[in-house]
């Protein structure tokens, strides 16, 4: 099946010039992006519970103070590399820099998990050194 456009050319039905995605592709970007920000949002509010929680009245400031400028660098840094990186074919290397980072991330914060609940006698040394048995 053949239509003409305006300018008299003939183009076949089959041209994805109109969809440049498939909707399969659509969806799983878009539910990927939805996770992201679920679990962005679940991360922060995890955070703010054990900043209340932990963080002594007096001190919770200066710790505000860090946390906002860690935050801007960390923007910043985003966005250079964005720039530096603008074309479609450098966006892989963003995007394994962003895997690389949200895994040392999680690295620390189970360190962290971890030796907090030590500290608290949560987990007892014995319990956390020998294997459990099936």
């Known amino acids: 099946v053949v239509s003409?456009?305006?300018t008299g050319s003939q183009k076949s039905e089959n041209d994805?010039?109109?969809?440049?995605?498939p909707s399969s592709a659509a969806f799983l970007l878009l539910?990927?992006?939805l996770l992201g920000k679920f679990g962005?949002?679940?991360?922060?509010?995890?955070?703010?519970?054990?900043y209340q929680e932990?963080?002594?009245?007096?001190?919770?400031?200066?710790?505000a103070g860090v946390q906002v400028t860690m935050n801007t660098f960390f923007k910043t840094i985003s966005m250079v590399l964005v720039l530096y990186a603008s074309t479609p074919t450098n966006f892989v290397y963003l995007v394994w820099m962003s895997v690389l980072v949200?895994?040392?991330?999680l690295g620390l914060y189970s360190y962290f998990a971890v030796y907090h609940a030590h500290r608290r006698g949560?987990?007892?040394?014995?319990e956390a050194t020998q294997p459990k048995d099936s």
Request: proline share 5%; no cysteine; glycine share 8%.
């Open 4 to 6: 003409t456009q305006s």
């Open 16 to 21: 994805d010039s109109k969809n440049p995605l």
């Open 31 to 33: 539910g990927s992006l």
């Open 40 to 50: 962005s949002t679940l991360f922060r509010v995890s955070i703010h519970q054990l």
């Open 54 to 63: 932990e963080v002594p009245r007096q001190e919770r400031g200066a710790i």
């Open 102 to 105: 949200e895994t040392a991330v």
């Open 122 to 126: 949560g987990i007892s040394d014995r």
